[in-house]
Each structure stands twice: as C-alpha cells, then as structure tokens.
C-alpha cells in the first residue's frame, strides 16, 4: 500500500506560478511518480511523471517548458513546480504511484486525493 497526500494548490492570478508537493508513504518501491489533473466536465489527463532513480522525467505537450517535476531521495516526496500558470491550467491536481513498470505515461496503481489549483484571469 502507498498513501500518498498532496498540498499546495491554491488560487493565483495568471502569469503566476504555484509548487505541488506529494508525500509518499507506506510501500517504499514505487516504479514512477506522475502528476494528474482533471478540469470541471474534462477527463483526468496525464501532466507529468518521473522514474523512481529521477534518470528519466515526461511531460504532457501543454505543460512542456513551464511545469518541472522532482523529487526528494527515493521519491518520498514530489513535487510539480509550475509557472506561468494560465485559466487553462485550472483543475484538481493528483498525485500517483506505479509500483509496477508500464511506462511512465502508463497505468499508476496509487492515488492522492487532489489538490485544487485555480488560475484566475
């Protein structure tokens, strides 16, 4: 089992910037981390992921540039830098863990209960 708790989301005017942070407990083997969103009547979509060694990270096109995500040793804790925040950038945020290798755009087993970020005009 990992439980994971994230914070730091808030409001902020666009042009603004804003940091996630994920804490990770429980089963200390996880494959990846990756960060999640999903906007009123959208879909969960992919934003970003990093390989458990920190050697490999992947963003989603729409982040690329402004979103940088790290972590501390083993991955105990996430984060998600994110600047130049537009509305677009407006969801609840999620953090996840796979325990099991599917890529880092694939298939996460563990999920934190969201953040909300909201980007005002």
């Known amino acids: 089992q990992v439980q994971l708790v994230e914070s730091g989301g808030g409001l902020v005017q666009a042009g603004g910037s804003l940091r996630l942070s994920c804490a990770a407990s429980?089963?200390?083997?996880?494959?990846?981390m990756g960060w999640f969103r999903q906007a009123p009547g959208k879909e969960r979509e992919f934003v970003a992921a990093i390989h458990w060694s920190g050697s490999s990270k992947v963003y989603a096109d729409s982040v690329k540039g402004r979103f940088t995500i790290s972590g501390n040793n083993a991955m105990n804790t996430v984060y998600l830098q994110m600047n130049t925040l537009t509305p677009e950038d407006t969801a609840v945020y999620y953090c996840?863990?796979?325990?099991?290798?599917?890529?880092?755009?694939?298939?996460?087993?563990?999920w934190g209960q969201g953040t909300q970020v909201t980007v005002s005009s």
């Open positions: 429980g089963r200390t083997f996880r494959e990846a």
């Open positions: 996840a863990a796979q325990i099991h290798s599917r890529g880092l755009r694939g298939t996460y087993d563990y």
